[in-house]
């Protein structure tokens, strides 16, 4: 579809509905766009006014198969006229047992593997730490600066940015031990723990909420030989950079090391809730009978959702797609930048791209972040913001999007990026 803008952004209908939210909804829980929508098809979203818009949020990156895929669809529905919920805790189903299966057998560790399936990103963070300790007899955690692992108080106590995810909410647990985000080497001096203490190191390949960092290559390498060398469960986060995102089915397949343990969500079901912990057997077993789970875990629609997007990302190829998006991206962007000054960097890796923003003297200019994506929403162009010190713009469309669409949508986000 094109951009169709008809009215004012927000439109009557989203503002008449902004109203009704501010009665009765929880103002902690914000929004990053004021428009209500009332369908979305592939990359694009119709709001309640009828404006349509191209998608560069995909719901904070959990719709790499776009909105409403027929096939996601079409599982959804089989499975809803065979059964919702009896709970795999009460009485298990082949939709778990296969998906556990294609799963274990596609992320890059040579081991044998298994899975075990949740409802969120930080119920799978918090899992992999729960057999980690079981596995090491271990209870500290390593994490690093611009981490985000999650909002649960586990997962909050790993994630670095303070405002708006941690403020007011401590204290914190004091079992997590932070160092700097390892762009390009891994320095763990800054340690100050004895790293036979460690149960786990947690590291995002590409830090998401942290501004769209990659890991160096160098770096990851050396995380694994550190994690070895102290007995530590590496554990990837790749609940953002997973399912084709970054130019692979898993983003650790372009570093060529292994972790013991994934972490996986958003994506990885087409829009509905369901995550992960994937990894070497002798970990994932370590934890006794009932001391992982959860009544909504491994949801049979769920599974049969995540079966459909995994055979989308085959059949498609979104993760070749992935690379071809970043580079249109990072190619008109790097043109642009010759002559804006506030534009800073542009890095990531495949379809995950983030634009940083900066003033005169090249800090981060957050309020500057925000009037050039008031712009974008105001001729299309729906995005979300991140970063440590929330200037950076970033890219999560789908990758279903076509070549003429996301010509479109550069547009706009090229002209957006003008605004002074």
């Not at 009485?91 to 075990?116: F, T």
């Not at 770096?219 to 060398?229: E, K, P, S, V, Y």
């Not at 983003?251 to 343990?261: A, R, T, V």
């Not at 008031?374 to 990758?399: D, E, F, H, S, W």
Request: hydrophobic residues 40%; contains cysteine.
């Amino acid at each position: 579809m094109k951009v169709n803008i008809r009215t004012a952004i927000p439109g009557p209908r989203s503002l008449e509905l902004t109203k009704r939210r501010e009665k009765n909804v929880a103002k902690g829980h914000g929004s990053v766009c004021g428009v209500f929508i009332d369908k979305a098809v592939g990359c694009n979203l119709i709001d309640v006014d009828g404006n349509i818009f191209i998608d560069y949020a995909g719901g904070i990156g959990t719709m790499n198969v776009g909105h409403s895929h027929p096939k996601v669809i079409d599982a959804i529905e089989r499975q809803l006229n065979q059964f919702i919920h009896p709970c795999f805790t009460v009485a298990p189903y082949a939709p778990y047992v296969e998906l556990a299966q294609k799963l274990a057998d596609s992320v890059p560790i040579k081991d044998n593997c298994k899975s075990v399936f949740f409802n969120s990103g930080a119920e799978a963070v918090e899992n992999a730490i729960k057999v980690s300790k079981t596995y090491t007899g271990r209870t500290d955690i390593m994490v690093f600066s611009h981490a985000y692992h999650g909002r649960t108080q586990m997962t909050m106590s790993m994630t670095h940015k303070e405002d708006p995810y941690k403020k007011g909410f401590g204290p914190f647990i004091d079992n997590i031990h932070r160092i700097d985000f390892p762009s390009e080497n891994f320095d763990p001096s800054e340690l100050k723990i004895n790293p036979k203490k460690i149960a786990c190191l947690v590291i995002e390949p590409v830090a998401g909420e942290g501004g769209f960092i990659p890991v160096g290559k160098t770096a990851m390498g050396q995380i694994r030989d550190f994690c070895d060398t102290y007995d530590i469960v590496m554990v990837a986060d790749e609940v953002q950079t997973g399912f084709g995102r970054t130019g692979s089915l898993f983003s650790m397949e372009q570093f060529g090391i292994e972790p013991d343990l994934f972490t996986l969500a958003k994506s990885i079901a087409g829009g509905l809730p369901l995550s992960g912990v994937v990894g070497r057997s002798k970990i994932v077993d370590s934890a006794h009978i009932g001391g992982i789970g959860g009544t909504f875990g491994g949801n049979p629609v769920s599974c049969a959702a995540a079966l459909a997007v995994l055979d989308i990302m085959e059949d498609e190829r979104l993760p070749e797609r992935a690379v071809q998006i970043g580079e249109k991206i990072t190619t008109k962007i790097n043109v642009l930048k010759k002559g804006i000054s506030w534009i800073g960097a542009v890095k990531g890796l495949g379809a995950m791209q983030g634009i940083s923003i900066i003033d005169e003297e090249g800090n981060p200019d957050k309020e500057h972040t925000l009037r050039i994506h008031k712009q974008a929403l105001k001729n299309g162009l729906v995005m979300i913001t991140a970063g440590t010190y929330g200037n950076i713009i970033r890219t999560l469309m789908p990758l279903v999007i076509s070549d003429e669409e996301l010509e479109e949508s550069l547009e706009i986000l090229c002209a957006a990026l003008k605004t002074p």
